[in-house]
């Protein structure tokens, strides 16, 4: 089907002004102060909450 009037760049803009992206919320680690997302473990240390904590591998280079 072919659309009977041409939508106007006002509301074709209007509509689309909620397809922004939003930048992912990040905290501070306590352990090592690097940037990690809330309620997941840090990628540098392992840490995730007091008293629990995931193996990190040595990393070889």
């Known amino acids: 089907?072919?659309?009977?009037?041409?939508?106007?760049?006002?509301?074709?803009?209007?509509?689309?002004?909620?397809?922004?992206?939003?930048?992912?919320?990040?905290?501070?680690?306590?352990?090592c102060s690097v940037a990690k997302l809330p309620h997941a473990a840090c990628e540098n240390c392992g840490y995730v909450s007091s008293g629990v904590a995931l193996v990190m591998k040595d990393q070889e280079s």
């Open 1 to 31: 089907m072919v659309p009977v009037a041409r939508s106007s760049k006002q509301r074709k803009r209007q509509r689309r002004s909620h397809h922004a992206l939003s930048r992912p919320n990040l905290v501070a680690c306590p352990k």
